[in-house]
Protein backbone atom coordinates (compact mmCIF):
# COMPACT_ATOMS: atom_id res chain seq x y z
CA UNK A 1 0.00 0.00 0.00
CA UNK A 2 1.51 3.46 -1.30
CA UNK A 3 2.46 5.99 1.41
CA UNK A 4 -0.29 8.61 -0.24
CA UNK A 5 -3.45 5.96 0.49
CA UNK A 6 -2.39 5.19 4.15
CA UNK A 7 -2.27 9.59 5.02
CA UNK A 8 -5.64 9.60 2.85
CA UNK A 9 -7.18 6.83 4.66
CA UNK A 10 -5.84 8.74 8.04
CA UNK A 11 -7.13 12.02 7.32
CA UNK A 12 -10.87 10.18 6.50
CA UNK A 13 -10.16 8.81 9.68
CA UNK A 14 -10.06 12.03 11.70
CA UNK A 15 -12.54 13.64 9.74
CA UNK A 16 -15.13 11.28 10.74
CA UNK A 17 -14.18 11.45 14.46
CA UNK A 18 -13.73 15.53 14.76
CA UNK A 19 -16.98 15.38 13.00
CA UNK A 20 -18.38 13.14 15.44
CA UNK A 21 -17.10 14.96 18.13
CA UNK A 22 -18.11 17.97 17.35
CA UNK A 23 -21.55 17.44 17.10
CA UNK A 24 -21.82 15.13 21.06
CA UNK A 25 -19.74 19.15 21.68
CA UNK A 26 -23.08 20.85 19.99
CA UNK A 27 -25.17 18.68 21.57
CA UNK A 28 -23.93 19.23 25.34
CA UNK A 29 -23.79 23.36 24.39
CA UNK A 30 -27.03 23.06 23.05
CA UNK A 31 -28.98 21.75 26.31
CA UNK A 32 -28.23 23.87 28.63
CA UNK A 33 -28.82 27.14 26.09
CA UNK A 34 -32.65 25.49 25.30
CA UNK A 35 -32.68 25.48 29.03
CA UNK A 36 -31.92 29.33 29.85
CA UNK A 37 -34.70 30.01 27.55
CA UNK A 38 -37.51 27.82 29.25
CA UNK A 39 -38.80 29.76 32.26
CA UNK A 40 -37.60 28.74 35.44
CA UNK A 41 -40.39 27.43 38.70
CA UNK A 42 -39.55 30.55 40.64
CA UNK A 43 -40.57 32.64 37.38
CA UNK A 44 -43.59 30.47 36.55
CA UNK A 45 -44.55 30.83 40.20
CA UNK A 46 -44.20 34.73 40.59
CA UNK A 47 -46.86 35.31 37.96
CA UNK A 48 -49.19 32.60 38.12
CA UNK A 49 -51.63 31.87 40.93
CA UNK A 50 -50.68 30.41 44.34
CA UNK A 51 -52.08 27.47 45.95
CA UNK A 52 -52.20 28.14 49.62
CA UNK A 53 -53.52 26.29 52.59
CA UNK A 54 -53.68 27.73 55.90
CA UNK A 55 -55.55 25.38 58.01
CA UNK A 56 -52.69 24.99 60.81
CA UNK A 57 -52.63 29.11 60.87
CA UNK A 58 -53.88 29.99 64.18
CA UNK A 59 -55.19 33.43 65.07
CA UNK A 60 -52.84 36.24 65.80
CA UNK A 61 -50.03 34.32 63.33
CA UNK A 62 -49.90 35.15 60.20
CA UNK A 63 -48.47 33.88 57.31
CA UNK A 64 -46.46 35.24 54.38
CA UNK A 65 -46.36 33.94 50.88
CA UNK A 66 -45.49 35.38 47.37
CA UNK A 67 -46.79 36.28 44.51
CA UNK A 68 -45.77 38.10 41.84
CA UNK A 69 -42.68 38.93 43.63
CA UNK A 70 -44.53 40.48 46.20
CA UNK A 71 -45.56 39.50 50.23
CA UNK A 72 -49.09 38.59 50.78
CA UNK A 73 -50.12 37.99 54.16
CA UNK A 74 -53.17 35.49 55.24
CA UNK A 75 -54.45 35.47 58.56
CA UNK A 76 -56.83 34.83 60.83
CA UNK A 77 -58.94 37.37 62.70
CA UNK A 78 -61.13 36.79 66.13
CA UNK A 79 -64.22 38.25 67.01
CA UNK A 80 -63.06 40.95 69.30
CA UNK A 81 -60.85 41.69 66.29
CA UNK A 82 -63.72 42.07 63.94
CA UNK A 83 -65.86 44.11 65.96
CA UNK A 84 -62.91 46.10 66.61
CA UNK A 85 -63.18 46.76 62.94
CA UNK A 86 -66.84 47.76 62.79
CA UNK A 87 -65.99 50.05 65.42
CA UNK A 88 -63.22 51.98 63.35
CA UNK A 89 -65.48 52.45 60.27
CA UNK A 90 -67.81 54.76 62.64
CA UNK A 91 -65.14 56.47 64.15
CA UNK A 92 -63.63 58.77 61.13
CA UNK A 93 -59.74 57.79 62.27
CA UNK A 94 -59.42 55.89 59.14
CA UNK A 95 -59.04 57.86 55.24
CA UNK A 96 -61.34 55.12 53.12
CA UNK A 97 -63.00 53.25 55.55
CA UNK A 98 -65.79 51.96 52.59
CA UNK A 99 -62.87 51.02 50.30
CA UNK A 100 -64.01 53.44 47.55
CA UNK A 101 -60.48 53.55 45.74
CA UNK A 102 -61.69 50.25 43.70
CA UNK A 103 -58.04 50.01 42.58
CA UNK A 104 -56.91 48.47 45.95
CA UNK A 105 -59.31 45.72 46.07
CA UNK A 106 -61.45 43.34 43.48
CA UNK A 107 -64.84 44.71 43.79
CA UNK A 108 -66.37 41.67 45.74
CA UNK A 109 -63.93 42.49 48.48
CA UNK A 110 -65.05 45.97 49.27
CA UNK A 111 -66.68 45.90 52.10
CA UNK A 112 -65.95 46.24 56.34
CA UNK A 113 -63.18 43.50 56.51
CA UNK A 114 -62.31 43.46 52.94
CA UNK A 115 -62.29 39.75 51.91
CA UNK A 116 -63.92 36.69 51.64
CA UNK A 117 -65.18 36.01 54.75
CA UNK A 118 -64.51 38.15 57.95
CA UNK A 119 -62.33 36.15 59.38
CA UNK A 120 -59.59 35.51 57.14
CA UNK A 121 -57.79 38.33 55.62
CA UNK A 122 -55.82 38.34 52.78
CA UNK A 123 -53.50 41.39 51.61
CA UNK A 124 -50.53 42.30 49.67
CA UNK A 125 -47.60 43.45 52.78
CA UNK A 126 -46.30 46.63 50.65
CA UNK A 127 -46.75 49.76 52.11
CA UNK A 128 -48.87 52.71 50.03
CA UNK A 129 -46.44 55.37 50.25
CA UNK A 130 -43.21 54.14 48.87
CA UNK A 131 -42.93 49.84 49.26
CA UNK A 132 -41.63 49.13 52.09
CA UNK A 133 -43.18 46.32 54.02
CA UNK A 134 -45.38 47.06 56.94
CA UNK A 135 -44.57 45.01 60.24
CA UNK A 136 -47.69 43.25 61.96
CA UNK A 137 -48.56 44.33 65.19
CA UNK A 138 -51.59 42.84 66.17
CA UNK A 139 -51.04 43.40 69.98
CA UNK A 140 -53.52 46.26 71.54
CA UNK A 141 -52.41 49.18 72.82
CA UNK A 142 -48.33 48.80 73.04
CA UNK A 143 -46.87 51.58 74.57
CA UNK A 144 -44.74 52.72 71.16
CA UNK A 145 -48.11 52.76 69.47
CA UNK A 146 -50.37 54.50 72.22
CA UNK A 147 -53.39 53.15 73.81
CA UNK A 148 -55.83 53.93 70.90
CA UNK A 149 -54.32 51.17 68.99
CA UNK A 150 -56.17 48.11 67.84
CA UNK A 151 -54.02 45.84 66.36
CA UNK A 152 -52.84 46.72 62.79
CA UNK A 153 -50.04 46.96 60.97
CA UNK A 154 -47.19 49.66 61.20
CA UNK A 155 -45.31 51.00 58.71
CA UNK A 156 -41.18 51.25 59.82
CA UNK A 157 -40.14 53.37 57.17
CA UNK A 158 -42.24 56.74 57.66
CA UNK A 159 -44.99 55.78 60.48
CA UNK A 160 -47.82 55.11 58.10
CA UNK A 161 -50.53 52.91 60.18
CA UNK A 162 -53.45 50.64 58.74
CA UNK A 163 -55.74 48.46 60.75
CA UNK A 164 -56.18 45.00 60.84
CA UNK A 165 -58.56 45.15 57.17
CA UNK A 166 -55.40 46.91 55.84
CA UNK A 167 -57.07 50.23 55.90
CA UNK A 168 -54.96 53.23 56.32
CA UNK A 169 -55.34 56.08 58.92
CA UNK A 170 -55.84 59.41 58.79
CA UNK A 171 -52.42 61.91 59.03
CA UNK A 172 -50.45 59.28 57.84
CA UNK A 173 -48.16 59.49 54.70
CA UNK A 174 -49.79 56.51 52.89
CA UNK A 175 -52.27 57.76 50.49
CA UNK A 176 -54.59 54.63 50.20
CA UNK A 177 -55.58 51.10 51.97
CA UNK A 178 -53.16 48.42 51.29
CA UNK A 179 -53.98 46.13 48.49
CA UNK A 180 -56.34 42.96 48.67
CA UNK A 181 -55.02 40.58 45.82
CA UNK A 182 -57.62 38.98 44.11
CA UNK A 183 -58.25 35.40 45.84
CA UNK A 184 -60.62 32.74 46.29
CA UNK A 185 -61.42 29.35 48.20
CA UNK A 186 -60.66 26.17 46.96
CA UNK A 187 -61.36 24.73 50.12
CA UNK A 188 -62.30 25.95 54.11
CA UNK A 189 -58.34 26.45 54.69
CA UNK A 190 -57.42 26.83 51.04
CA UNK A 191 -57.19 29.44 48.93
CA UNK A 192 -55.61 30.42 45.65
CA UNK A 193 -53.74 33.81 45.53
CA UNK A 194 -53.89 35.31 42.02
CA UNK A 195 -57.33 34.23 40.70
CA UNK A 196 -61.51 35.92 41.32
CA UNK A 197 -63.65 33.90 42.57
CA UNK A 198 -65.48 32.41 39.48
CA UNK A 199 -62.64 32.35 37.36
CA UNK A 200 -62.79 28.78 37.62
CA UNK A 201 -65.34 26.09 38.41
CA UNK A 202 -65.76 24.42 41.88
CA UNK A 203 -65.12 27.77 43.69
CA UNK A 204 -66.45 27.97 47.52
CA UNK A 205 -67.15 30.89 49.34
Given at each position: ?6 DRGKRRL ?39 DFSKLKP ?22 LKSLDEL ?117
Open positions: MSKDKVLTATATVVGGVGIGFTAVPFIKSMEPSARAEAAGAPVKVVHLMTIEWRSKPVWIFRRTPEETKSGKLRDPLSKVESQQPPIDQNTYRSLKPEVAVLIGVCTHLGCTPTYRPEVAPPDLGPNWKGGFFCPCHGSRFDLAGRVFEGVPAPTNLEVPPYRFLAENQVVIGENPGENSGDKA
